[in-house]
């Protein structure tokens, strides 16, 4: 990669004391009856690398995610820069950097789109956020691409600007968990460099990896865990001297024989034989050297034991996992469980992202961040997800072509039949065709909330400086600015079609008004149900389920007389009904207060229900 400016200021990693810039202590947690950490110790001294070795389940990845202020522990102090990580979590999140085993990245923006977008929510002025963005392109080699959605990059490219958008904060302390995964030899290489610079730039560093001849290259001290426990610390060399001078393999020709070499070799260094059955391979640490190697080939010859392979040579770290753990390296990453989900420490050297020293709540720039940063993270995530709405034709279709589909098919249909007390079919019409394109378009909350989910774009957000609420509070925000847009789009088809306000602005204001706060309340809804789905195609099946009933088992395109008699109970307690025939009123005429104090009453007890519950399962989904 080509040379470019340091990715850190210089001195913004200096610290004021010599305390180490990662304290773990008795770190504990369990997921129900599943003990995921059971008391672990771990100290990183500012500027080397820690690497976290295990098998997969062994409580890696949900160390980093507490460490990322993603999972609350049950028991233990973790400190991290000066800050107390459960304590002082928001204030923490400004000095660290999280790149996890899924690229976080929206595939629908550019390059440029995505860092921008994080630098805005380490509330960067826009200026700055875009200047940083081209910063890292340039300097991980993306800034030919940078203008390209990222759903064209390949895997290196897109594991390179993942860590691009780690470092959009210049955090003192970063945390990759499994950042090369599914790389080839190549991209692996050049993102070991970049590691490697960081790290000389003066970067904390925890990573977890199943790639030992990455840990060998990249740590400075590796923790190996196993069971939730660290079993065994030390230097790359110091594990590997902990087996002794030279390590011996054979490797059968016959699986069958695999107990008879077990027991003509165990006698030459009990307890340390270990055995891989799946490749018929036995390995152990000798203390004699080449004299061993000649007594440990007798000894197969005189069983009659065929050999295809014999091995001598110093020890690795595989061979240092496979003595510790029983097993071999992992060959794929992440642990089995799943995660649920301050002030300025003295003499913290920790700078805000403008390289000014962090200033109390209320009072000086990071106060005037304080007071207004939850602003900037709803209108940046809103801005977000109105990128991607206008970025996926399908969405772009389903939300303006269908319900201009449905006023043709439906005006063709009984516009020429339908007998009314009062106007025509198309006035009725419309009303429903609002509610219908709102509550469609409100499916989109879940599905989208559901992608982020496994995507690993919602762990980035929440492992960011930004307000909680952000996430879910700035998608509804886009999906309210949306379906103001969709509304008038499909009334200006409407019109053209015959369909006349009959009302004045007081009323049609208020007719809007009900269709945003509708809106809001079915979003809510399918955050709800995407949150609990945690997949686009659940979430999407789901959908239907709930919206076809309430859209078509109503007063949205046909009068409930229409509908069969077992039908017309249910449709007249729709709230879908409730809201078609308020807007009806309030544009076309008609008795108001009381249908419309029903309507309220419908959607603010939805909002009631379901926002608690979508912040509930938001909290646990990550």
């Not at 209108?379 to 970025?391: H, M, P, W």
């Not at 053209?496 to 049609?508: A, D, K, Q, T, Y």
């Not at 078609?580 to 008609?590: F, H, N, T």
């Amino acid at each position: 990669m080509p040379t470019s400016p340091a990715l850190l200021e210089p001195g913004a990693l200096v610290s004021s004391s010599g305390d180490p810039m990662v304290a773990v202590t008795g770190l504990r947690k369990t997921f129900g009856k599943v003990v995921a950490v059971d008391g672990i110790d771990l100290e990183v001294p500012q500027g080397s690398v820690l690497s976290l070795l295990g098998p997969n389940g062994a409580g890696k990845t949900t160390t980093v995610r507490i460490l990322a202020t993603l999972v609350k522990p049950d028991s233990g102090s973790v400190k991290i820069a000066g800050f107390d990580a459960i304590r002082q979590a928001k204030s923490l999140r400004r000095a660290i950097g999280l790149a996890g085993q899924e690229v976080a990245l929206d595939a629908h923006l550019t390059g440029r789109e995505n860092l921008v977008m994080v630098g805005r929510l380490y509330h960067l002025p826009s200026s700055s956020a875009r200047q940083r963005a081209d910063d890292l392109l340039e300097r991980f080699d993306l800034s030919w691409a940078a203008n390209r959605s990222t759903k064209t990059y390949s895997g290196g490219m897109r594991r390179r600007l993942d860590l691009a958008s780690s470092l959009i904060g210049r955090p003192r302390v970063l945390f990759l968990d499994e950042p090369t995964t599914g790389l080839d030899p190549r991209a692996r290489e050049g993102l070991w460099e970049v590691i490697e610079g960081l790290v000389e730039e003066g970067v904390t560093l925890l990573l977890t990896t199943q790639y030992l001849e990455e840990a060998d290259r990249l740590s400075d001290s590796i923790a190996v865990i196993d069971h939730g426990r660290v079993i065994a610390s030390g230097s790359p060399d110091d594990l590997k001297r902990s087996l002794g001078e030279e390590v011996l393999e054979v490797t059968l020709r016959h699986r069958t024989d695999i107990p008879a070499a077990q027991k003509a070799l165990s006698q030459l260094n009990p307890g340390a034989l270990q055995i891989d059955p799946s490749v018929a391979r036995l390995r152990m640490d000798i203390p004699g050297g080449t004299s061993t190697l000649v007594e440990a080939i007798r000894r197969l010859d005189v069983e009659h034991i065929e050999l295809s392979d014999v091995v001598l040579h110093k020890p690795t770290l595989d061979d240092v996992f496979l003595k510790l753990t029983g097993a071999p390296a992992a060959t794929g990453g992440g642990d089995a469980y799943e995660c649920d989900e301050g002030e300025r420490s003295p003499g913290n050297t920790t700078r805000t992202s403008e390289g000014a020293p962090p200033n109390a709540a209320g009072s000086g720039p990071t106060g005037r961040i304080l007071r207004i940063g939850w602003m900037v993270d709803y209108i940046v995530i809103c801005k977000r997800n109105l990128l991607r709405y206008l970025r996926l034709p399908n969405l772009l279709a389903t939300s303006t072509i269908e319900p201009i589909m449905l006023v043709l098919l439906f005006i063709y249909v009984f516009g020429g039949v339908m007998k009314l007390e009062v106007h025509n079919y198309v006035d009725f019409l419309m009303p429903g065709i609002f509610v219908q394109a709102v509550l469609f378009g409100s499916t989109q909350t879940g599905i989208g909330l559901a992608q982020d989910l496994t995507t690993g774009i919602v762990q980035r957000f929440r492992s960011l400086p930004i307000a909680r609420s952000a996430v879910l509070a700035g998608r509804t925000l886009s999906d309210v600015v949306r379906n103001v847009g969709v509304v008038l789009l499909v009334t200006g088809v409407g019109l053209l079609l015959g369909f006349r306000i009959h009302e004045g602005p007081l009323s049609v204001a208020a007719a809007l008004g009900i269709l945003v706060l509708f809106g809001l309340a079915f979003s809510w809804v399918s955050a709800v149900i995407g949150l609990i789905a945690g997949d686009v195609e659940s979430s999407q099946a789901a959908s239907f389920v709930w919206v076809l009933p309430l859209t078509f088992v109503s007063s949205a395109f046909l009068p409930i007389s229409f509908l069969p008699g077992w039908l017309q109970a249910f449709a007249k307690a729709d709230p879908v009904t409730h809201t078609v025939d308020v807007l009806r009123a309030l544009i076309s005429g008609g008795p108001v207060a009381g249908q419309l104090w029903e309507t309220l009453a419908w959607l603010s007890g939805i909002v009631a229900v379901s926002v608690p519950i979508a912040v509930l399962r938001y909290r646990k989904a990550v």
